[in-house]
């Protein structure tokens, strides 16, 4: 069965440093997103991307984040100077016609 | 803006103890609610799509329901592996984006 994989599961950084998150969503999906779920909160929207370009995005998601779809396959967030409140759990999920998200294993951000 | 409130926040059933999880919400114009089964440090996984008042939807144990204000994930017969956090979001109005609730987390015991 088909899946979103997300790598790597675990990032540690320093706070300022910048990192990317990589996602690569079902092939024949057409939407993708970014959700983040901060330790024992709930989870929450970043951005939604779609035909190579943001269609929505969440007011977490200031210019220190950034998401590109570099090829055919990868989805990639970046947060260019992390901070200690962006340390969470962030999931990539993605769909076909924009209805029912299938979620990847997600990467556990750690900024120290 | 969008409203998801689930209740209780934790739950715990013995094997065989028939409950049900409630998601109510608050929208302008349900495109969607969804449930999802989380476990610890793991993503959401998908369970149900229910589009419209009335609408029931069943998968071995577990059975969701939605009227026009909530919706009900009945848990009938729980064995320990169904222990987890049961995650409800909706989609509405002419967003994509998932809205989700803080979740119900459930413990089954022998």
């Known amino acids: 069965e088909p899946e979103v994989t997300q790598t790597p599961s675990h990032q540690v950084t320093q706070m300022g440093q910048e990192v990317i998150l990589r996602c690569v969503p079902i092939s024949n999906h057409l939407y993708f997103y970014w959700y983040r779920q901060i330790l024992g909160q709930k989870v929450e929207f970043l951005v939604s991307?779609?035909?190579?370009?943001?269609?929505?995005k969440s007011e977490i998601f200031d210019d220190q984040f950034s998401v590109e779809r570099p090829d055919g396959s990868n989805f990639t967030l970046k947060i260019r100077s992390t901070k200690l409140e962006d340390s969470a759990m962030y999931f990539c999920?993605?769909?076909?016609?924009?209805?029912?998200?299938?979620f990847g294993p997600g990467t556990r951000l750690t900024v120290l | 803006e969008d409203q998801v409130t689930q209740s209780p926040e934790a739950l715990r059933l013995q094997e065989g103890e028939s409950s049900s999880l409630n998601c109510s919400y608050t929208?302008?114009?349900?495109?969607?609610l969804f449930w999802y089964r989380q476990d610890p440090g793991k993503g959401p996984e998908f369970l149900f799509t229910?589009?419209?008042a009335g609408e029931e939807k069943e998968k071995e144990r577990l059975k969701a329901t939605l009227t026009k204000k909530e919706s009900f994930l009945h848990i009938t017969a729980p064995k320990p592996e169904d222990s987890a956090t049961y995650l409800c979001?909706?989609?509405?109005?002419?967003?994509?984006?998932?809205?989700f609730g803080t979740g119900t987390r459930l413990q089954v015991t022998l």
């Open positions: 979001a909706v989609k509405a109005g002419t967003a994509s984006k998932l809205t």
């Open positions: 929208v302008s114009g349900l495109r969607g």
């Open positions: 991307f779609y035909n190579n370009e943001i269609s929505e």
């Open positions: 229910l589009y419209s």
């Open positions: 999920a993605s769909t076909y016609v924009g209805d029912t998200q299938y």
